[in-house]
T-cell receptor, first 108, second 118 residues
Framework: RKEVEQDPGPFNVPEGATVAFNCTYSNSASQSFFWYRQDCRKEPKLLMSVYSSGNEDGRFTAQLNRASQYISLLIRDSKLSDSATYLCVVNSGYALNFGKGTSLLVTP | NAGVMQNPRHLVRRRGQEARLRCSPVKGHSHVYWYRQLPEEGLKFMVYLQKENIIDESGMPKERFSAEFPKEGPSILRIQQVVRGDSAAYFC????????????????FGEGSRLTVL
């Protein structure tokens, strides 16, 4: 079983739509959780951390369910510029483990 | 205010040759991580280094791959006798200290070195 699993998509949504991505992780000892964004042929960049209580940053909301080992990202009012691959990231020892990513395409 | 600098950005090698990828971390960062991203795959952790020390190389292939981060100069990822399966994007990331990285989740990534093996 992979450490971090995501639905690869692609998710094709119109501008203004709300879209949700999910992720599961296998290491119950993981302490830190994040969403990164990676544009095509670019480096990954931190989007936001994920806390048990849930957290919001503008149009983005992240949730963590430790009991189910499940992480989610909700994007409201999608913009064309949100088109990218969204990477679920979980710490494991010294490293961060990245999921394969979920591809989002926002269309006009 | 330079970020993580990787070079070369693109490297082409023939099977059996050596590839050397260099990474200069953000100024003041003493922790360096190397990740590999195969086509259509996610980022895979390879190795974590501090100055002059390899801390975790659990993701490194057992043969042909090595990494160093000398006291002076950039970190180097070296691949000997490259094969076609080594074709990938190799990303370097740095952080100021491990505790900070765990708290913020922010690794500062370079733009990657894309290796093509013919």
């Amino acid at each position: 079983r992979k450490e971090v699993e995501q639905d690869p998509g692609p998710f094709n949504v119109p501008e203004g739509a709300t879209v949700a991505f999910n992720c599961t992780y296998s290491n119950s000892a993981s302490q830190s959780f994040f969403w990164y964004r990676q544009d095509c042929r670019k480096e990954p960049k931190l989007l936001m951390s994920v806390y048990s209580s849930g957290n919001e940053d503008g149009r983005f909301t992240a949730q963590l369910n430790r009991a189910s080992q499940y992480i989610s990202l909700l994007i409201r009012d999608s913009k064309l510029s949100d088109s990218a691959t969204y990477l679920c990231v979980v710490n494991s020892g010294y490293a961060l483990n990245f999921g394969k990513g979920t591809s989002l395409l926002v269309t006009p | 205010n330079a970020g993580v600098m990787q070079n070369p950005r693109h490297l082409v090698r023939r099977r059996g040759q050596e590839a050397r990828l260099r990474c200069s971390p953000v100024k003041g960062h003493s922790h360096v991580y190397w990740y590999r991203q195969l086509p259509e795959e996610g980022l895979k952790f390879m190795v974590y280094l501090q100055k002059e020390n390899i801390i975790d190389e659990s993701g490194m292939p057992k043969e042909r791959f090595s990494a160093e981060f000398p006291k002076e100069g950039p970190s180097i990822l070296r691949i000997q006798q490259v094969v076609r399966g080594d074709s990938a994007a190799y990303f370097c990331a740095s952080s100021p200290n491990r505790a900070a990285r765990l708290n913020t989740g922010e690794l500062f990534f370079g733009e990657g070195s894309r290796l093509t093996v013919l």
